[in-house]
């Protein structure tokens, strides 16, 4: 097998399998490198995500609803009747392991049809596009490629107040692998991923404690549907308690079991302390470039460590380029994916360029958080003059019949030209919700536009067109404030 290619993808979890499968399609001939191995020592594509992220989490998000749903939901006003509802932990943690295997195994059986090269290793930029190759069992090989896509993504965030130890003291990834019901679960940040997993655990019986430095509850969401989670989740026993900053930690050994007290300082400066049987720290992830880039790479990294790019994606060094967690921007699966298909269609010599104000953002609680655009605060900090229009799931015909009536969803227009800048949902199908306003932001759409739209009738949906029509005072299932022009 030759040892040059057209393109050299080094990372092959959202960013970059899809890079390489688009170049491919362009008729590039191309590699991927990963160097992901999967707890029986095979080399596994999809990086992050696949692995330890979004699909494994969803995996158990959607275990655990089911659960709570049948525990609590089910009966009352529904009047069906469960008997007791247990959960066997490892079974749904082998469902988990199997949803991974078989996603992670669809990515290679895509490489194969696009006729991309796995390689399972690890890859090193050299200078002068060059990659040096290392398989698993640490053979090394030179190979050569007009362009190369770094794609190495990201790493969660270690802080030394509480050091993991992979049994105690977990990031995400040790969250996802709990063998059982921890009673008390501490978790260390609430942002996306530790509202996540302590709905999962939360849903299944531990008592979840959220301490959060910031005194802003998701700071950079719209702060109107930020509040309404916060209330949303309170009911829901996650204990969300914002402005407490961890110091120190201490795992303690009791008897056969080990327990962690935390030590933090509160929302008044007070020192606080708090026992756990598990901890998680979701503090962030940090852009990987471990063991990647040799010193004569011209490669450049910003500030915060992640590799420098411009807007194509292209880095400091000429045929080199990288792709999401890595490089600037919001570490999430699809803003990456989009860039590997920008890079790729750029190598073939398309003018492909990417919408980076259009790119969707969700939290996988229930409900669900969803937003794309700008927030209201964004928008007002910006100077721009904007007009507002939000509707509750309360008032939808769809929402009620499914007791799913907490959230809403609110559209944000240009004051003169009626353009939509953001729309920002909690509450039933919000993901899928938001991606409508996506395509019609990518479309130019106005409030108006959406709201002459026909929707169907009963659907979540509804709440769109009412949020758009109350942008212009006239929603049609509740009383508006402003009068029609
Ligand atoms: P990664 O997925 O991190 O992949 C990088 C790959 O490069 C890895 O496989 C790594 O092994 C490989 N690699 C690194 N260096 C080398 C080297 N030198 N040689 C060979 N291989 C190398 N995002 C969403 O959009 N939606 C979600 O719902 C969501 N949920 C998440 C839940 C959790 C618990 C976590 C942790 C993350 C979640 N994310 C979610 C974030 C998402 O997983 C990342 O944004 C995404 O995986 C980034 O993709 P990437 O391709 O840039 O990097
Ligand atoms: P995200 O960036 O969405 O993953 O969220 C990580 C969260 O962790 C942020 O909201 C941070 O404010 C929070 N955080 C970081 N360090 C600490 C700490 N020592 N104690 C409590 N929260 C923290």
Redesign the pocket.
């Known amino acids: 097998m030759s040892n040059k290619y057209d393109v050299i993808v080094?990372?092959?979890?959202?960013?970059?399998?899809v890079a390489a499968i688009r170049a491919a399609q362009l008729g590039l001939k191309t590699a991927c490198?990963?160097?992901?191995k999967s707890k029986s020592g095979k080399g596994v594509n999809?990086?992050?995500?696949l692995?330890?992220?979004?699909i494994?989490?969803?995996a158990l998000l959607d275990s655990s609803h089911k659960y709570s749903e049948a525990k609590e939901a089910f009966g009352g006003a529904h009047g069906i009747a469960t008997g007791e509802v247990s959960i066997d932990i490892s079974s749904m943690l082998a469902r988990k392991d199997k949803i991974v295997k078989q996603m992670s195994g669809g990515i290679s059986g895509l490489f194969q049809a696009n006729k991309v090269t796995a390689l399972y290793?690890?890859?090193?930029l050299l200078a002068g596009h060059k990659v040096q190759f290392t398989d698993s069992e640490g053979k090394e090989e030179i190979l050569e490629a007009d362009n190369v896509i770094l794609?190495?993504?990201?790493?969660?965030v270690n802080i030394p107040v509480a050091p993991i130890d992979k049994d105690v003291i977990v990031d995400?990834?040790g969250a996802?692998e709990f063998p059982e019901v921890p009673k008390r679960l501490g978790i260390i940040g609430a942002g996306?991923?530790g509202l996540?997993?302590g709905s999962v655990w939360g849903r299944l019986g531990s008592e979840v404690v959220l301490l959060e430095a910031m005194d802003t509850f998701l700071s950079i969401m719209d702060q109107q549907i930020a509040k309404e989670a916060l209330k949303i989740y309170k009911k829901q026993d996650l204990d969300i308690r914002l402005g407490c900053r961890v110091t120190g930690s201490e795992v303690i050994i009791k008897g056969d079991a080990k327990e962690v007290e935390v030590t933090y300082t509160d929302k008044d400066g007070k020192e606080a302390k708090q026992t756990f049987d598990k901890l998680v720290v979701c503090v962030g992830?940090r852009p990987?470039t471990?063991?990647?880039l040799a010193e004569d790479s011209g490669v450049k990294l910003d500030e915060r460590g992640s590799i420098y790019v411009n807007d194509l994606c292209s880095t400091s060094a000429p045929g080199v380029w990288a792709?999401?967690?890595?490089v600037r921007g919001p570490?999430?699966?699809?803003?990456?994916s989009e860039e590997g298909v920008m890079v790729a269609e750029r190598i073939a010599g398309e003018k492909t360029v990417m919408n980076y104000d259009i790119v969707p953002n969700?939290i996988?609680t229930h409900p669900e958080i969803a937003a794309v655009g700008r927030t209201e605060e964004q928008i007002k900090a910006d100077g721009e003059p904007y007009k507002v229009g939000v509707f509750p799931f309360l008032a939808i015909g769809r929402a009620v019949a499914a007791d799913e009536t907490d959230g809403m969803v609110k559209i944000i227009a240009h004051a003169e030209t009626d353009r939509v800048l953001g729309c920002h949902i909690v509450g039933p199908s919000a993901p899928d919700l938001v991606q409508q306003i996506a395509i019609a932001m990518e479309f130019g759409a106005s409030a108006e536009d959406i709201g002459m739209t026909v929707f169907g009738h009963p659907t979540y949906s509804e709440a769109v067109k009412e949020a758009a029509l109350a942008v212009g005072g006239h929603a049609i299932h509740m009383p508006n404030k402003k009068k029609r022009k």
Request: net charge neutral.
């Open positions: 080094i990372g092959s979890g959202p960013a970059g399998y490198i990963e160097k992901w999809g990086g992050t995500c692995n330890v992220g979004c494994p989490s969803k290793g690890s890859g090193k794609a190495s993504g990201s790493v969660p995400s990834t996802l996306v991923i996540e997993l992830r990987f471990d063991e990647l792709v999401g967690d890595v570490m999430l699966a699809h803003k990456g969700v996988y």
